[in-house]
């Protein structure tokens, strides 16, 4: 379910309810310091109108941080695997330069976040959209950790057509770190080696898009394809070491 989040006296971004719970069971330290109200499938977050000033400086430091990370969420992400510098121009490659311009339709003074793969994001303004390409003025770097506590490898039956696209998507969503591709005896998808190549190159792009949409900055990576049996005997010698 997304619904749209407003805020007294601007607007923002539609995220989800789910991200909105969980921002404020783990930000909010007193039940008094935001108040949220659900009125037509609109969430309103309001400071509070009473209080202790601890309340309410705790409020107001509390309803930035909160308003700082909705904004965020909202800015095109962008994946760069290159050198970022920490302040400075920055130059898209030709792929990613056609897809700011050309798909996205993003002009000169948008802002837009760009993040290495490697925990680190960084906060830039589109300086040039050109025919020869699209340049960057990177403002800010941070480290933000996104990452589950859990480190959960998954192991995938090949499947034809956009049903695998769609099991690599989810599993970034949902936060594995890595994906083994397997073709197992009943396997309808037969791929040779230099299928298999392209194919996991397809799949590692499809990676790449959805941590761009769900917000990672770690961008997992699909391993080669293995026979379900090799793939058993791998594990079992890698617990045995």
């Given amino acids: ?6 805020a007294v006296g601007r607007h923002m971004s539609p995220i989800p309810l789910c991200q909105i719970t969980d921002i404020l069971c783990t930000r909010l ?3 008094l310091v935001i108040v949220l109200r659900m009125i037509d499938h609109q969430v309103y977050l309001c400071p509070p109108q009473s209080g202790r000033f601890g309340q309410i400086r705790q409020a107001a430091s509390l309803w ?3 308003t700082t990370m909705v904004n965020a969420k909202s800015l095109t992400r962008i994946y760069f695997p290159g050198e970022i510098p920490a302040h400075g121009a920055c130059e898209l490659a030709p792929d ?12 000169t003074g948008e802002r837009v976040i760009l993040f290495d793969g490697r925990g680190v994001e ?8 050109a025919k020869s390409g699209v340049t960057l003025n990177v403002q800010e770097s941070r480290a933000v950790d996104r990452e589950s506590p859990l480190s959960v490898m998954l192991a995938q039956g090949m499947s034809s057509g956009e049903r695998m696209d769609y099991t690599v998507q989810k599993a970034v969503e949902l936060g594995a770190t890595g994906i083994r591709p397997l073709a197992s005896g009943r396997s309808v998808v037969r791929l040779d080696a230099e299928r298999a190549q392209k194919r996991v190159a397809h799949w590692q792009a499809v990676v790449i898009a959805a941590c761009e949409q769900c917000g990672r900055n770690s961008v997992p990576q699909v391993l080669s394809v293995m026979g379900y049996t090799d793939w058993l005997a791998y594990i079992a010698k890698q617990e045995a070491a």
């Fill in 96 to 107: 990613q330069a056609h897809h700011v311009a050309r798909v996205l339709r993003l002009e």
């Fill in 122 to 129: 960084h906060c830039a303004v589109i300086t040039r959209v």
């Fill in 1 to 6: 379910m997304t619904i749209e989040v407003k």
């Fill in 29 to 31: 330290d007193c039940p």
């Fill in 64 to 66: 930035h941080n909160f």
